[in-house]
């Protein structure tokens, strides 16, 4: 049964022809010579079919051309292409170019909103963007303070335009928005400042709103079905949220969606995770604080949810649940299995069955995480699918003004919004990680709308007895749970990763490096020094036949807070400014996109 | 005689030993693998020995290395290369890098000064810097705000600091500075501001002012001899200045300083120019207004005038007479002279003997220059020396509130700050060009010390009849003054040329391309999309046996002024915006060095 559902959805898919699924992103993501969403396709695989560019050939690449964005800051996310257009996003302000591929880049048309900037006050992690979505003719582009706009992708012209959310008490937006069936979904940030998370899906023709799901609160605010949405295998039960917060707090409790989306059209459902529960004093919200720190499976046309997985409960380091869901069919135990593969950052990377919730497999992906030393596998276990929490790195049992030291890994994660990608034709998945730990000092904190409700202070260093270096980039294997490869950096590694069918994958570096190495054994194939620290995905595009790489450089983003909004206190933006600081030596702001290919 | 001096300047140049130059910069610009100074060298040729990248296979460039500045608008000059380290400046706030060639353009160390903003407001063309200077082991910077810094090169620490003018009364500084014996020179920027020009030398050792000359009046305060200060082969004659001008306007009558030094160390002398005589509106100044719009020649060492001509007398046009004066020996009827060939605003091209100020040639270098017909150079003619105005481009003939229109060229020049470079080996001149013709009305205005003292109202446009576009990039030769060939550009070609012993001569476009052309035949061998508009000069080095060619991109610029201040009615930026608005097609503001390596 389920091999042939899954051979369905394949053909659907290929055919583009399924009844729920926007046919555009189907169509324009299926044709390897675009990238149309930011996650290269429904899946999140970031994976491309495109292989001139092989492990033979790749140490010959070189600079194509190059464009400033004429923004400084973090520069996440990456270009999309669509025929022969470029679609190039920056940072608040949010500005928008559509480049000709034809005509040496020139500028088609540009889009350039007037925010007010007051809204970058309350963006916790720089003012960072993970870029614009294509779907049916149009690009969407959800802004800083929240406004959802769709233009006409040939023209720029603005179709319509709607307020999603209320920068004033804290709500903005940093991620890049899912087309899905005739509606786009959307999510927010504001886990720093007490928003309540939830992702609301519009109607792509007008910008009406469909649906609004939270992410804490009421059964029916959470479209949750007590009997029918399931957690573990099990009901979840009538007020599942409500029951695991004491009084109120879960009206200014986080669980913000400031991650990813992805999709399966033929479960038709959509996938995504949700943020710290706020404060990041634990002190201050006893409980699990569900449904927070949260993978939600929902279906895509009501919103309804279909399951849920609490990774984090009662977070006690910020690990927020909101990381991308790679989907992939693979065999395990001679069964083929729809898969969702996570990588957490608390450091445990998760299969499981995309379908039922089931959990499969929970293994550490880097080895210096130490706040836990395992997820219980066991279903019959009362701590089913908890992390079991060592407590000398628990800062709730240490409790408010105690500096809890050496926790693995630090606030950042194991990983943070950065996405892996996943190559079918090894099997392995390529995470960009960071390898740093923390000191946690929680404190007591008052709530007041839109000022930063964080209550802990940090500092980071790079994870002791180790390379001394803060990132890797690693192949893993999601069915053994067990890293293949690990290649170590000075800096996290804050960029995308992309895979193609040239059996090479790249990467970029916070020091600004764009990497190519090879798929099956991690060696280096290519480096170049592009202008600013790499914290954008890389993609390839096809275009008169010739493959391309293209990615933003702009150092920035949480790891680089200190450069991209001038820190110099070890503890500044929220503990990262510290460990760092070392990044001054290598990179400055920037904002470019580099576009390379093979010589002729 | 002639010939012998001569003869000892080339041994005292290739010895480096010259009693009056300074020997740094002499020993370090004699160095082909380095760039010392702005200019390349003292004679501000802007050629280069290396010859690895040649005609033959320049077509094979590709990028090496890139950095970001972390600075946008308007990036003019280019790095240094002292031995292992480049040095790489930014427009205001003026910082500057030490990148280590050796280690992937680390950032060995960062100046970031902290400037006043406000000092961007009394800024007439941008926040531009034409870069440091390298002499005795000391970086030299010239801040926006006046500033003058020098710095440790090896670590960046602050030698000496000294203040050379007023941002209150709208005095700045935009220009790279000239070491010259003890002693380092800088001018001062603000004819729109009504400043009073002059140039200061400063003590190498200590920042202590050593001398300084106006540019305007008493005769004492500008270093002029009435007896031994030549004009056309002249004594000067007593209070040559104050005669020129009704009352005190000399006081607040222009005549800045803010463009190219060169020096010939056999002579002793310094060259430079003198800007806009202030108000652009000409009826408030009647009178030659001398010596703005000069070509000076000074003792390095005392800075007493040797010999003074101006090229434009009563300037109507803003035809500012700061473009560089570069150095050359070449043979004029069977003699071989001392020249210096100077490309200036108002559309004629200078050949004049730097020795006594001899006026040799004295040619259009673009035909659609219409303001005048000729120069008179006829040394019994009472207009000796003069420009024949054309009566209907007379923008003081018409008189005040009358719209003059079909002035070729516009306010801007043939050629503005973008310096021109020469080949010995061609015996050619390279000369990135304006194309553009203007309307010019000219209004009352009254003086109000650090507000605006423009009192003229501009549009500009393609020289009209022509090709279209609004630049040209041209080979000259100096003793015919002629143009050998013309290669058509759609914008003004706002960036240095750079003339190489390989046959290549490199410039960079307002589109953003660097382009490798043919020094024999203009053919164009190369081109490559950088982030953003060139207003940069080209430079090369060489490194670990290597050459590489070097620019700044950065689009910005009095003609890049619309993107770089945001701008869009046509008249703002004094008169530039409207006809560079097309800029907004092609490139948006960067900040970025792009390095050029042959392959392996
Ligand atoms: O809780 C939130 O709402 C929220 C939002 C964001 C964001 O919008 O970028 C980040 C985080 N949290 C966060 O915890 C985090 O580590 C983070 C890193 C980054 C980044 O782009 O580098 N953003 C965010
Ligand atoms: O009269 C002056 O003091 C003054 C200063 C400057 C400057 O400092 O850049 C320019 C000019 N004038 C000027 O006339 C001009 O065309 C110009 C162009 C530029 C440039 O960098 O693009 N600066 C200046």
Known sequence: MKHLLNSAAVALILTGASAYANESVLTETAKPEQWAIQTGDYANQRYSELDQITRENVGDLRVAWTFSTGVLRGHEGGPLVIGDIMYVHTPFPNNIFALDLSDNGRILWRHTPQQDPEVIAVMCCDTVYRGVAYADGLIISHQADTTLVALDAMTGEVKWSVQTGDPAIGETNTATVMPVGDKVLVGVSGGEYGVRGRITAYNLSDGTEAWKAYSTGPDEEMLVNAETTMHLGEPIGADSSLNSWEGDQWKIGGGSTWGWFSY?????????????????????????????????????????????????????????????????????????????????????????????????????????????????????????????????????????????????????????????????????????????????????????????????????????????????????????????????????????????????????????????????????????????????????????????????????????????????????????????????????????????????
Chains 1, 2 share one sequence.
């Open 264 to 600: 399966d059209p033929d479960l038709n459902l959509v996938y995504y995770g949700t943020g710290n529960p706020s404060t990041w004093n634990p002190s201050q919200r006893p409980g699990d604080n569900r449904w927070s720190m949260t993978i939600m499976a929902r279906d895509a046309d009501t919103g309804e949810a279909k399951w849920f997985y609490q990774k984090t409960p009662h977070d006690e380091w910020d690990y927020d649940g909101v990381n991308e869901n790679i989907l992939v069919d693979k065999e395990i135990d001679g069964e083929m299995r729809k898969l969702l593969v996570n990588f957490d950052r608390n450091g445990f990377a998760y299969t499981m069955d995309r379908e039922s919730g089931e959990l499969l497999v929970a293994e550490k992906f880097d080895p210096a995480v130490n706040w836990a030393t395992e997820v219980d596998m066991d279903p019959e276990s009362e701590t089913y699918g908890r992390p079991m929490v060592v407590s000398e790195y628990s800062t709730a049992q240490n409790g408010e003004d105690t500096n809890t030291t050496g926790v693995c890994p630090a606030a950042l994660g194991t990983k943070d919004q950065q996405p892996a990608s996943y190559s079918p034709k090894t099997g392995l998945f390529y995470v960009p990680t960071n390898h740093v730990c923390m000191d946690y000092e929680p404190f007591r904190v008052a709530y007041t709308a839109g000022q930063p409700y964080v209550g802990a202070t940090l500092s980071m260093y790079p994870a002791p007895d180790s390379h001394g270096g803060m990132g890797n980039f690693i192949a893993w294997d999601a069915v053994a749970g067990e890293i293949k490869w690990s290649l170590p950096e000075q800096f996290s590694v804050w960029s995308g990763a992309l895979a193609t069918a040239g059996d090479v994958v790249f990467y970029g570096t916070l020091e600004g490096f764009l990497k190519a190495v090879d798929a099956e054994t991690g060696e280096e194939l290519y480096s170049f020094k592009t202008p600013s620290g790499i914290i954008g995905n890389t993609m390839t595009y096809e275009h008169d036949g010739k493959q391309y790489i293209a990615v933003l450089s702009g150092v920035g983003g949480w790891a680089g807070i200190g450069l991209a909004a001038g820190l110099t206190n070890p503890n500044d933006g929220l503990g990262a400014v510290g460990g760092y600081a070392a990044l001054s030596d290598y990179t400055e702001l920037g904002g470019q996109l580099t576009v390379f290919e093979l010589p002729d």
